[in-house]
């Protein structure tokens, strides 16, 4: 019956990768879609940690070794990609508001998402303290970062005496 549906294993295996994404990416654009930019940002985390809670199989799904037919077409890091460019889209905004360059976002939202990403691999083990908290403490570091962001920051190498 499955060979007959998908193919093969891989073929299975493909379609819940893909449902999952699908998941997560519509919890996640739901959860950027309103509130100022600080607000988007733990609603961000908070939606990400609550799909590790409660679909604790879906997330193993998508972080462990995975089929190659099915790393190449999808899988972990094109959900972490998805996210961010969707992510960099609300820092762009943030950014052009607060005059700071808009082009940057990106490296802002890939860093954002990464460490959204391990501390929720980290969680997944533990599983303490709450979603909500773990959510707080992130854009809290985060947060606090982006406010004090320099408007140009200089590499280190650039930095004399």
Same mark, same amino acid.
């Not at 950027?32 to 809670?53: D, M, Y």
């Not at 889209?89 to 052009?96: G, L, P, R, T």
């Given at each position: 019956?499955?060979?007959?549906?998908?193919?093969?294993?891989?073929?299975l295996?493909?379609?819940?990768?893909d449902r999952e994404?699908?998941y997560?990416?519509?919890?996640i654009?739901?959860a950027?879609s309103?509130?100022s930019p600080?607000?988007?940002?733990?609603?961000?985390?908070?939606a990400f940690?609550?799909?590790?809670?409660y679909?604790?199989d879906?997330?193993?799904?998508l972080t462990?070794?995975?089929? $190659? $037919?099915v790393?190449?077409s999808?899988?972990?890091?094109s959900?972490?990609?998805e996210?961010a460019?969707?992510?960099?889209?609300v820092?762009?905004?943030?950014?052009?508001q607060?005059?700071?360059?808009?082009?940057?976002a990106p490296?802002y939202?890939?860093?954002r998402i990464?460490?959204v990403?391990?501390?929720?691999?980290w969680?997944?083990?533990? @599983?303490?303290p709450?979603?909500?908290k773990?959510?707080?403490?992130?854009?809290?570091?985060?947060?606090?970062?982006?406010?004090?962001?320099?408007?140009?920051?200089?590499?280190?190498g650039? @930095?004399?005496?």
């Amino acid at each position: 019956m499955v060979y007959e549906h998908f193919g093969a294993k891989e073929g299975l295996y493909a379609v819940v990768v893909d449902r999952e994404m699908e998941y997560v990416i519509g919890v996640i654009s739901e959860a950027l879609s309103a509130g100022s930019p600080r607000e988007r940002a733990e609603q961000a985390a908070l939606a990400f940690l609550t799909w590790v809670k409660y679909r604790p199989d879906g997330f193993a799904v998508l972080t462990h070794d995975a089929p $190659t $037919t099915v790393l190449s077409s999808g899988g972990f890091s094109s959900l972490l990609d998805e996210v961010a460019e969707r992510v960099s889209d609300v820092f762009a905004e943030a950014f052009k508001q607060a005059g700071y360059d808009p082009d940057v976002a990106p490296i802002y939202a890939h860093a954002r998402i990464g460490m959204v990403t391990l501390v929720g691999r980290w969680w997944s083990v533990v @599983r303490k303290p709450s979603v909500e908290k773990v959510a707080s403490h992130i854009v809290a570091v985060a947060w606090m970062g982006l406010r004090n962001l320099p408007e140009k920051p200089d590499p280190i190498g650039a @930095r004399k005496g």
